[in-house]
């Protein structure tokens, strides 16, 4: 079959390989009809996520059908049409059953590794995204093998386009993730956005459906301040405005009562702070460019909360810890319980609450994937989201 | 250990005293910041290596060098994490949390002779007698083995045991059950404590070289509860990619 491989930093190919095979009976083949490039897959692309190897298949955000499925899987039946989290859970372990999907205990054969990093814990397994993350084989391909498959895979029952439903594989799920943990008061908080990217999209609508009172999103790109501006939502350019003047400016003095950062550690950014982020990070001294986190700890509003959705991967400095101390703040963060949300989303999308298609803004074959990794990451010609077909 | 063993390990945690350092022996803040910053370095690249050996020994030096800095201490045992008791004897203990009753657990280790399945490093246990157990280990060398006699047996608690006087490594271990919190299930601690050939100094080539007996505890642990929760190892053995025969 067709894959989009991982063959070093700044190369990612079209290749040949084996189509995948059932290899445990709880394990189910999906034939992939649409996949995205998610801004994540950047991170791998830039080289910045240790435990890559050549040859690694990509892709975390794909849908298909069940051509096949092992002899333990109840759930699932050939001929489903399905939307596969990003994450891959075992749902039996504590941190499963009690809906922190993304935390699974089991699901990540590569255990050793996250724990030497992240003090002894090992979240759960990706599709696509790395040896540390269990070296799943991911989904920007023709097939794919789904392990869990009763536990992951989500049917589609109703005749909503790919397109509808596609993004309730991550960046959906993820955005609204992030909006959900700052616990908005309806009609009263005030929600800062910094990243107008995909996930940036989708917390700032998120926002806005669990009722906030004003959504305030911050980028430096003209085509993604627009889009967030068609939903309603003012917008600040960084490179224009000073941002923490102007969010004090459009709150009042208060600040914003709950900020998300949906940038990153691959936050963009100025100054001297930004300049020594960038250059430890290609002496992978550190992993992580932190301007949007500064930014949210110093603008957030007394008493407000932090949500981190963007991914983080190792350490950071230079963290105004005083000022989010001073002003009583809560951090909320963490890789998205995707499982856990994508019911609920779903019926919001049937019922026309929201069409998550809004954000596509590139439609392509896997051929034509590694120039779009490219253009995604320069966000060159307007990109914003790119979707693959694999048999186009 | 002492020559009058077999005697139960104490009920609470055995000795675990650190090598003590004296101030002298604090490294400078910029020496540990440049050290923390290279061991992650080090961590990074030893994860990002795709050779075994190389991923082992990068990463442990590079842990090595983080721990270092985060502690202050400068002893290479320290630094690499081996744990001493004030007899001399390495400790190796580590903790998991499994969705199943104590009773169910408890059952599974005391069957003494299926004890291989849970520890890969263990080649077999012939059990004696009621007391009596004969234990092969797969060692670098080759294969060890000795008589151990069990010191405790608890049933849904607690089970213990040591080597017999006169064993080729001594050594003593003990494995709780004890009652998670909330509906968690079963906390399983294990506790293990042997005399490494060669002293300190063959623990820490030990170490270097890959044997690492607190990462085996881990993994046989996380297999445990993994067998017992699910029925099956998560895998991707054998799976679709773009390297040499498209396997995994
Ligand atoms: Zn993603
Ligand atoms: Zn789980």
Redesign the interface.
Same mark, same amino acid.
């Given at each position: 079959?067709k894959?989009i491989?991982w &063959?070093g930093t700044n190369k990612v190919g079209v290749?040949t390989?084996?189509?995948?095979?059932l290899?445990?009976?709880?394990d189910a083949i999906v034939k992939i009809t649409s996949t995205a490039i998610c801004g994540s897959d950047l991170h791998l692309l830039d080289g910045v996520i240790?435990?890559?190897?050549?040859?690694?298949?990509l892709g975390h955000e794909f849908m298909g059908e069940v051509v096949e499925v092992g002899r333990d899987v109840r759930r699932l039946k050939v001929g489903d049409r399905v939307v596969v989290p990003f994450n891959?859970s @075992?749902g039996? @372990?504590?941190p499963c059953?009690r809906g922190l999907f993304s935390a699974c205990?089991?699901?990540?054969?590569n255990?050793? +590794?996250a724990?030497?990093?992240y003090g002894g814990v090992s979240g759960g397994?990706l599709f696509g995204y790395s040896?540390?993350y269990?070296?799943?084989?991911g989904g920007q391909?023709q097939y794919v093998?789904v392990?869990?498959a009763d536990v992951g895979p989500h049917k589609i029952e109703s005749d909503l386009r790919d397109e509808q439903v596609l993004f309730l594989t991550d960046i959906f799920p993820t955005g609204y993730q992030a909006a959900e943990n700052c616990g908005i008061v309806p009609g009263r908080d005030v929600v800062a956005v910094f990243g107008a990217g995909p996930v940036g999209q989708f917390a700032a609508r998120s926002a806005q459906m669990l009722g906030a009172a004003h959504v305030i999103v911050i980028d430096r790109v003209p085509e993604r301040l627009a889009m967030a501006e068609s939903a309603g939502c003012q917008v600040i350019n960084y490179e224009q405005e000073d941002v923490l003047i102007a969010l004090r400016e459009a709150t009042g003095g208060r600040g914003p009562d709950h900020v998300i950062d949906a940038v990153g550690m691959e936050a963009h950014g100025h100054g001297p702070g930004a300049l020594v982020d960038t250059a430890?990070q290609r002496?992978?001294?550190?992993?992580d460019r932190i301007t949007a986190l500064r930014w949210a700890l110093l603008s957030c509003a007394k008493g407000g909360t932090v949500s981190l959705p963007g991914v983080y991967g190792?350490?950071i400095d230079k963290v105004p810890m005083g000022a989010a101390f001073a002003k009583g703040l809560t951090f909320r963060m963490g890789q998205t319980h995707t499982h856990r949300h994508i019911a609920p989303l779903l019926s919001r999308i049937e019922a026309g609450e929201i069409d998550p298609s809004f954000v596509i803004t590139h439609r392509a074959s896997l051929d034509d994937a590694p120039e779009l990794y490219k253009t995604f990451r320069d966000k060159q010609g307007g990109c914003i989201k790119v979707v693959l077909n694999p048999w186009a | 250990m002492s020559k009058d063993r077999p005697t139960p390990p104490p009920e609470t945690s055995p000795p675990t005293t650190e090598p003590q350092t004296d101030a002298a022996g604090q490294l400078p803040a910029l020496e540990r910041s440049v050290m923390g910053?290279?061991g992650?370095?080090l +961590?990074?690249?030893g994860?990002?290596s795709?050779r075994p050996l190389q991923k082992i020994v990068l990463?442990s030096v590079g842990?090595g060098l983080a721990a270092m800095a985060a502690t202050g201490r400068n002893p290479l045992a320290t630094a690499l994490k081996i744990r001493q008791t004030p007899q001399g004897e390495v400790l190796v203990s580590d903790a998991v949390?499994i969705?199943k009753p104590a009773d169910d657990l408890y059952r599974v280790w005391r069957d003494l002779a299926g004890l291989p399945r849970l520890m890969t490093h263990l080649k077999a246990v012939e059990v004696l007698d009621e007391r009596r157990s004969h234990w092969t280990v797969e060692a670098p060398t080759g294969t060890v083995s000795w008589e151990a006699a069990l010191t405790a047996d608890e049933p849904g608690r607690r089970i213990a045991w040591a080597a017999l006087p006169g064993a080729a490594v001594e050594n003593h271990g003990e494995v709780l059950f004890r009652p998670a919190p909330g509906d968690?299930?079963t906390e399983v601690a294990v506790r293990l404590a042997y005399r490494p050939p060669g002293g300190s100094a063959g623990a820490i080539a030990a170490r270097l070289f890959g044997e690492e007996p607190a &990462?085996q505890l881990?993994?046989d642990l +996380?297999r445990f509860?993994?067998e017992q929760?699910?029925g099956?190892?998560?895998?991707?053995?054998? &799976?679709?990619?773009?390297?040499a025969g498209? &396997?995994?």
């Open positions: 079959m894959a491989v &063959q290749e390989v084996p189509d995948p095979t290899l445990l009976p709880t240790p435990s890559m190897e050549k040859g690694d298949i891959i @075992c039996v @372990c504590d059953r205990d089991n699901s990540n054969p255990h050793r +590794m724990e030497a990093l397994g040896h540390m269990g070296g799943y084989a391909a093998r392990p869990f430890k002496l992978k001294l550190s992993f190792g350490l | 910053s290279v992650m370095a +961590m990074g690249a994860l990002r795709a990463g842990a949390t969705g968690r299930g &990462q881990r993994d +996380m509860k993994r929760e699910l099956f190892a998560p895998t991707t053995e054998g &799976q679709s990619s773009a390297r498209g &396997q995994a």
